[in-house]
Protein backbone atom coordinates (compact mmCIF):
# COMPACT_ATOMS: atom_id res chain seq x y z
CA UNK A 1 0.00 0.00 0.00
CA UNK A 2 1.52 3.09 -1.18
CA UNK A 3 2.41 5.78 1.43
CA UNK A 4 -0.22 8.59 0.86
CA UNK A 5 -2.79 6.28 0.48
CA UNK A 6 -1.98 4.44 3.74
CA UNK A 7 -2.02 8.03 5.51
CA UNK A 8 -5.19 8.91 4.05
CA UNK A 9 -7.08 5.86 5.68
CA UNK A 10 -5.76 6.80 8.91
CA UNK A 11 -7.18 10.18 8.40
CA UNK A 12 -10.30 8.85 7.52
CA UNK A 13 -10.68 6.11 10.17
CA UNK A 14 -10.20 8.86 13.20
CA UNK A 15 -12.45 11.55 11.51
CA UNK A 16 -15.32 8.51 11.50
CA UNK A 17 -13.72 6.76 14.60
CA UNK A 18 -14.18 2.91 12.85
CA UNK A 19 -13.36 0.38 15.09
CA UNK A 20 -10.00 -0.11 14.86
CA UNK A 21 -8.93 3.67 16.26
CA UNK A 22 -10.01 3.16 20.09
CA UNK A 23 -7.18 0.84 20.17
CA UNK A 24 -4.84 3.93 20.62
CA UNK A 25 -7.38 4.53 23.20
CA UNK A 26 -7.23 1.43 25.07
CA UNK A 27 -5.93 2.81 28.18
CA UNK A 28 -7.39 6.01 27.51
CA UNK A 29 -4.60 8.37 26.42
CA UNK A 30 -2.75 8.56 23.22
CA UNK A 31 0.59 7.05 22.82
CA UNK A 32 3.28 9.98 22.03
CA UNK A 33 4.15 9.41 18.44
CA UNK A 34 1.01 7.53 17.38
CA UNK A 35 0.59 10.32 14.35
CA UNK A 36 4.05 10.33 13.80
CA UNK A 37 4.99 10.44 9.73
CA UNK A 38 1.79 11.75 8.28
CA UNK A 39 3.90 15.08 7.06
CA UNK A 40 0.42 15.85 5.10
CA UNK A 41 -2.03 15.91 8.04
CA UNK A 42 -3.94 19.16 7.99
CA UNK A 43 -6.72 17.96 10.30
CA UNK A 44 -6.74 15.73 13.39
CA UNK A 45 -10.69 14.73 14.75
CA UNK A 46 -9.97 13.01 18.16
CA UNK A 47 -12.93 14.51 19.84
CA UNK A 48 -16.14 12.16 21.74
CA UNK A 49 -13.64 9.78 22.72
CA UNK A 50 -12.77 9.02 26.43
CA UNK A 51 -9.38 10.51 26.30
CA UNK A 52 -8.08 11.48 29.67
CA UNK A 53 -4.21 12.79 29.39
CA UNK A 54 -2.21 13.91 26.48
CA UNK A 55 1.41 12.98 26.57
CA UNK A 56 4.25 15.44 25.72
CA UNK A 57 5.22 14.23 21.90
CA UNK A 58 1.82 13.10 21.43
CA UNK A 59 1.48 15.30 18.28
CA UNK A 60 5.32 15.50 16.76
CA UNK A 61 6.10 15.52 13.14
CA UNK A 62 2.67 16.86 12.13
CA UNK A 63 4.29 20.32 10.25
CA UNK A 64 0.95 20.62 8.42
CA UNK A 65 -1.64 20.55 10.79
CA UNK A 66 -4.01 23.43 11.08
CA UNK A 67 -6.71 22.02 13.16
CA UNK A 68 -6.81 19.71 16.34
CA UNK A 69 -10.09 18.65 17.65
CA UNK A 70 -9.86 17.01 21.20
CA UNK A 71 -13.34 18.35 22.42
CA UNK A 72 -15.84 15.94 24.15
CA UNK A 73 -13.43 14.06 26.07
CA UNK A 74 -12.27 13.51 29.54
CA UNK A 75 -8.97 15.08 29.70
CA UNK A 76 -8.66 16.49 33.15
CA UNK A 77 -4.64 17.61 33.09
CA UNK A 78 -2.88 19.24 30.25
CA UNK A 79 0.93 18.38 30.56
CA UNK A 80 3.48 21.26 29.56
CA UNK A 81 4.69 20.44 26.16
CA UNK A 82 1.61 18.47 25.24
CA UNK A 83 0.83 20.70 21.83
CA UNK A 84 4.45 21.36 21.14
CA UNK A 85 5.94 21.59 17.23
CA UNK A 86 2.72 22.33 15.77
CA UNK A 87 4.10 25.05 13.59
CA UNK A 88 1.08 25.61 11.64
CA UNK A 89 -1.92 24.79 14.22
CA UNK A 90 -3.88 27.33 13.52
CA UNK A 91 -7.57 26.16 15.82
CA UNK A 92 -7.36 23.75 18.89
CA UNK A 93 -10.93 22.97 20.47
CA UNK A 94 -10.61 21.46 24.10
CA UNK A 95 -13.94 22.26 25.23
CA UNK A 96 -16.27 20.20 26.95
CA UNK A 97 -13.61 18.41 28.99
CA UNK A 98 -12.66 18.18 32.88
CA UNK A 99 -9.56 20.49 32.48
CA UNK A 100 -9.41 22.30 36.14
CA UNK A 101 -6.26 24.35 35.52
CA UNK A 102 -3.94 25.67 33.15
CA UNK A 103 -0.36 25.73 34.37
CA UNK A 104 2.46 28.67 32.75
CA UNK A 105 3.70 27.36 29.47
CA UNK A 106 0.70 25.07 28.84
CA UNK A 107 -0.03 26.58 25.03
CA UNK A 108 3.69 27.93 24.63
CA UNK A 109 5.02 27.83 21.54
CA UNK A 110 2.31 27.63 19.15
CA UNK A 111 3.05 30.48 16.81
CA UNK A 112 0.06 29.97 14.82
CA UNK A 113 -2.31 29.82 16.54
CA UNK A 114 -5.62 31.92 16.36
CA UNK A 115 -8.69 30.66 17.89
CA UNK A 116 -8.49 28.58 21.21
CA UNK A 117 -11.80 27.18 22.53
CA UNK A 118 -11.71 25.92 26.48
CA UNK A 119 -15.55 26.45 27.17
CA UNK A 120 -17.38 23.78 29.14
CA UNK A 121 -14.72 22.28 31.28
CA UNK A 122 -13.72 23.10 34.95
CA UNK A 123 -11.15 25.57 35.15
CA UNK A 124 -10.99 27.13 38.34
CA UNK A 125 -7.28 28.59 37.94
CA UNK A 126 -5.47 30.16 35.17
CA UNK A 127 -1.56 30.53 35.86
CA UNK A 128 0.25 33.99 34.16
CA UNK A 129 1.54 32.89 31.26
CA UNK A 130 -0.51 30.03 30.41
CA UNK A 131 -1.50 31.52 26.99
CA UNK A 132 2.07 33.22 26.51
CA UNK A 133 3.52 32.61 23.46
CA UNK A 134 0.82 33.06 20.93
CA UNK A 135 1.57 36.11 19.18
CA UNK A 136 -1.85 34.76 16.27
CA UNK A 137 -4.34 34.34 18.96
CA UNK A 138 -7.48 36.40 18.41
CA UNK A 139 -10.11 34.31 19.85
CA UNK A 140 -10.17 32.92 23.23
CA UNK A 141 -12.97 31.32 24.75
CA UNK A 142 -13.00 30.56 28.16
CA UNK A 143 -17.00 30.72 29.13
CA UNK A 144 -18.95 28.07 31.36
CA UNK A 145 -15.92 27.26 33.04
CA UNK A 146 -15.39 28.23 37.45
CA UNK A 147 -12.80 30.83 37.22
CA UNK A 148 -12.79 32.83 40.26
CA UNK A 149 -9.75 35.63 40.36
CA UNK A 150 -8.12 37.10 37.06
CA UNK A 151 -4.70 37.45 37.94
CA UNK A 152 -1.77 39.72 36.49
CA UNK A 153 -0.64 39.13 33.22
CA UNK A 154 -2.87 36.16 32.94
CA UNK A 155 -3.81 38.02 29.25
CA UNK A 156 -1.33 39.87 28.69
CA UNK A 157 1.09 40.22 25.68
CA UNK A 158 -0.96 38.76 22.62
CA UNK A 159 -0.70 40.90 19.94
CA UNK A 160 -3.35 39.78 17.81
CA UNK A 161 -6.38 38.96 20.58
CA UNK A 162 -9.42 40.63 19.64
CA UNK A 163 -12.21 38.31 21.21
CA UNK A 164 -11.92 36.99 25.25
CA UNK A 165 -15.15 35.36 26.29
CA UNK A 166 -14.81 34.97 30.10
CA UNK A 167 -19.05 34.83 30.61
CA UNK A 168 -20.91 32.16 32.93
CA UNK A 169 -17.77 31.43 35.44
CA UNK A 170 -17.60 32.32 39.25
CA UNK A 171 -14.90 35.60 38.91
CA UNK A 172 -15.13 37.65 41.88
CA UNK A 173 -11.91 39.49 41.36
CA UNK A 174 -10.39 41.11 38.31
CA UNK A 175 -6.76 42.58 39.62
CA UNK A 176 -4.80 45.32 37.58
CA UNK A 177 -2.64 44.20 34.70
CA UNK A 178 -4.65 41.19 34.00
CA UNK A 179 -4.97 42.62 30.98
CA UNK A 180 -1.97 44.46 29.16
CA UNK A 181 -0.70 44.91 25.89
CA UNK A 182 -3.41 43.73 23.86
CA UNK A 183 -3.44 46.02 20.63
CA UNK A 184 -6.38 44.95 18.90
CA UNK A 185 -8.56 44.06 21.81
CA UNK A 186 -12.20 44.42 20.77
CA UNK A 187 -14.62 42.39 22.47
CA UNK A 188 -15.04 41.16 26.37
CA UNK A 189 -17.98 39.04 27.53
CA UNK A 190 -18.07 39.19 31.65
CA UNK A 191 -21.62 38.76 32.01
CA UNK A 192 -22.79 35.92 34.27
CA UNK A 193 -20.16 36.13 36.82
CA UNK A 194 -20.32 37.51 40.19
CA UNK A 195 -18.80 40.78 40.23
CA UNK A 196 -19.76 43.15 42.74
CA UNK A 197 -17.93 46.59 41.12
CA UNK A 198 -17.02 46.66 37.74
CA UNK A 199 -13.33 46.47 37.16
CA UNK A 200 -12.27 49.69 36.04
CA UNK A 201 -8.78 49.88 37.52
CA UNK A 202 -7.92 46.22 35.24
CA UNK A 203 -9.72 47.71 32.00
CA UNK A 204 -9.43 51.59 31.59
CA UNK A 205 -7.18 51.41 29.13
CA UNK A 206 -9.51 49.78 26.74
CA UNK A 207 -12.78 51.50 27.65
CA UNK A 208 -12.32 53.73 24.25
CA UNK A 209 -11.81 50.50 21.73
CA UNK A 210 -13.37 47.86 22.88
CA UNK A 211 -16.96 46.66 23.67
CA UNK A 212 -17.34 45.27 27.08
CA UNK A 213 -20.79 42.66 27.49
CA UNK A 214 -21.69 42.52 31.32
CA UNK A 215 -25.62 41.59 33.45
CA UNK A 216 -27.93 43.33 32.91
CA UNK A 217 -28.52 44.89 36.19
CA UNK A 218 -25.17 48.01 36.83
CA UNK A 219 -22.74 47.65 38.97
CA UNK A 220 -21.38 50.16 41.13
CA UNK A 221 -17.77 52.04 39.77
Do not use: W
Not at 34 to 47: K, T, V
Not at 82 to 104: G, V, Y
Not at 150 to 169: K, W
Not at 206 to 219: A, N, R, S, W
Amino acid sequence: MGKRLRHMLIFLLIILKELNVPEAFCDKSIRPGIFANLPELQSLHLDENQITMIQPGTFKNLPQLRLLCLQENQIGNLQSGAFRNLPKLQSLHLDENQITMLQAGTFGNIPKLQSLSLEENRITMIQPGAFGNLPQLRKLYLYENQITIIRPGTFANLPQLQDLHLDDNQITTIHPGAFANLPLFKRLKLQNNKLSTFPLSALSPFLPIITIKLDQEPLAV
